[in-house]
């Protein structure tokens, strides 16, 4: 993001159309929630509007220190209301299989739902700097004032970030098409009902996660172990037979599994894989998180 030689300012329409998707990029990983990322793009160039801009450096600059800011400031305020959260709370999914092409290349990289659950680690501006620095190539010196601070202590902040992402993050990110098998031989061996094939599918130290948010009937803990989450993926499509349809389909930028029920989606399941075995299942179920998706 070049902030050293001055343009000229664009018509306002030109703005809205140039840099709303990497606004948005930058709100939905901060905030995790579709809506509340569109309603800060939205402040963001309705103050790009009412504000001057004489003595404008770069636009771009501009409008990535005032969304950043806002997503901080939001942020702090849903740790707080998450408190009140019953059971999980996992990031709002995103469908990424049907994006412009511009939307596309701002939310290519760093957008599964593992990454994003790792960014809950983060304090609010820990995660707008290492975003900034390591998803969106931002400068220290950009970053540091955006965040109000000397640049010394935001290559700190970055370098402890990074550090804690690191520690929970894989290495290795497998091809979408390797996933995609995968997530087919899953739902091969539970319309199969068959406990060993699906057992196979998982490491020894795999967890599922479920998120209803007290709106609808899920797992409150994380499960842990092949054995656990199969007999809980095999007992519930034993319980609701024929009744809940299930396809791949693209979500955050990899493939995952939505399931209907009468044509209208009604959770999603998103994986954690290696390409061969499935690391970590993430369920959405809370209706307020799908609403987007319908």
């Known amino acids: 993001m070049d902030t050293e030689h001055p343009t000229p300012p664009s018509s306002a329409d030109d703005v809205v159309e140039r840099y709303r998707p990497r606004l948005f990029g930058i709100a939905y990983r901060m905030l995790s929630d579709v809506q ?10 309705l103050r790009w509007h009412q504000a001057k ?8 600059g501009w409008l990535v220190a005032v969304i950043t800011r806002l997503a901080i400031d939001r942020l702090r305020r849903a740790e707080r209301e998450r408190l009140r959260y019953v059971g999980n709370w996992l990031p709002e999914p995103i469908a990424t299989g049907s994006v412009s092409p511009d939307q596309r290349a701002e939310l290519a990289s760093d957008l599964s739902m593992a990454f994003l659950v790792l960014l809950e680690r983060l304090a609010p501006e820990e995660r707008a700097a290492f975003l900034l620095r390591e998803v969106f190539d931002a400068g220290y010196d950009e970053i540091a004032r955006i965040l109000d601070k ?3 202590a935001v290559r700190q902040v970055v370098h402890r970030a990074k550090t804690r992402v690191r520690e929970g993050r894989r290495r290795f990110s497998p091809p979408a098409e390797r996933q995609a098998e995968l997530l087919q031989r899953f739902l091969d061996a539970l319309a199969a009902d068959d406990k060993d094939a699906m057992l196979a599918l998982f490491t020894p130290d ?10 609808v009937g ?14 809980l993926f095999l007992g519930l499509e034993r319980k609701y037979p024929g009744v809940v349809t299930h396809e791949i389909v693209e979500l955050n930028g990899q493939p995952a599994i939505g399931s209907y029920h009468d044509g209208v989606i009604t959770y999603v399941t998103l994986f ?3 390409g061969n075995h499935i690391l970590a299942v993430y369920r959405v179920l809370n209706p307020d998180k799908l609403a987007h998706l319908r």
Do not use: M, Y
């Open 272 to 274: 954690e894989t290696d």
């Open 206 to 215: 795999a967890t599922f996660t479920g998120d209803g948010g007290g709106k």
């Open 36 to 45: 509340e990322a569109e309603d800060l793009v939205q402040e963001t160039l």
């Open 150 to 152: 000397a640049e010394p």
């Open 218 to 231: 899920s797992v409150r803990r994380v499960v842990e172990g092949p054995d656990r989450i199969t007999r």
């Open 53 to 60: 801009h004489d003595d404008l450096v770069s636009e771009e």
